[in-house]
């Protein structure tokens, strides 16, 4: 196991129900970030945090709420989908400076979300 | 054109092939060139990162980025059935990775044959 946890790994909702996706990082990093991969795209950044502060939100429909209570958890509240919302949600952290290079991201095992 | 274009395959080759996996992209800003290797049911994980740029070997991993013709390979050597996953490239303009300024490919998906 990563040092990034999610959970859980599989969701199956209907378009009425509200769910939580969870994500905890025992890594020290101080920055999180939530990723939609959908099959034959690229990965799409949605939110990220640093610091516990939301500094993107990158035009991601309002049925999609993100919360950072602190630095090593993260929430995506879910509510009212829609079938094309089926995708797997991953969830990184990184350091807040030189992330990209020296540390890179560092990915959990993602939530794998059915919308019926 | 997208930022980013990757091939999606699928690669199948035998064990023992060298593998050639490729990106291009249109930002000349890009500067820092990363690989990610991602396992079926698992999340992706930084492989190799480059910066500007030349090559850079770890193994049998070498990472070759061609700004002129922006331009980024990976090669794998001797490949293994234990390589069998999805590759993606990644790459961003800027240091400080916290702004999500990293994107990505679509992956490649390639197959090691035994």
């Known amino acids: 196991e990563t040092g990034v946890t999610q959970t859980p790994r599989h969701l199956v909702m209907g378009m009425t129900n509200k769910k939580s996706l969870k994500c905890e990082q025992h890594?020290?990093?101080?920055?999180m970030y939530w990723y939609k991969q959908s099959a034959k795209k690229p990965l799409e950044l949605m939110f990220v945090?640093?610091?516990?502060?939301?500094?993107e939100n990158n035009s991601v429909p309002s049925r999609f709420s993100p919360e950072c209570p602190n630095s090593s958890h993260l929430f995506l509240h879910l509510h009212t989908l829609q079938p094309e919302d089926s995708a797997l949600y991953l969830c990184?952290?990184?350091?807040?400076?030189?992330?990209?290079?020296?540390?890179?991201?560092?990915f959990g095992s993602g939530t794998r979300l059915t919308v019926v | 054109q997208k930022e980013v274009e990757q091939d999606p395959g699928p690669l199948s080759v035998p064990e023992g092939a060298i593998v050639s996996l490729n990106c291009t992209y249109s930002?000349?800003?890009?500067?820092?060139f990363m690989w990610y290797r991602q396992y079926s049911r698992k999340g992706p994980e930084l492989l190799m990162y480059?910066?500007?740029?030349g090559n850079k070997e770890d193994g049998r991993f070498t990472a070759q980025v061609d700004k002129s013709s922006k331009y980024i390979s990976l090669f794998i050597r001797d490949s293994q059935p234990s390589d069998s996953a999805t590759y993606l490239c990644?790459?961003?303009?800027?240091?400080?990775?916290?702004?999500?300024?990293?994107?990505f490919g679509k992956g490649t998906k390639l197959s090691v044959k035994p």
């Open positions: 480059t910066y500007s740029s």
């Open positions: 890594l020290g990093h101080n920055a």
């Open positions: 990184a952290s990184s350091f807040m400076t030189g992330a990209v290079t020296n540390y890179g991201y560092t």
């Open positions: 930002n000349s800003a890009f500067q820092y």
């Open positions: 945090y640093n610091f516990k502060e939301q500094t």
């Open positions: 990644a790459m961003s303009a800027n240091y400080g990775g916290s702004q999500g300024n990293l994107i």
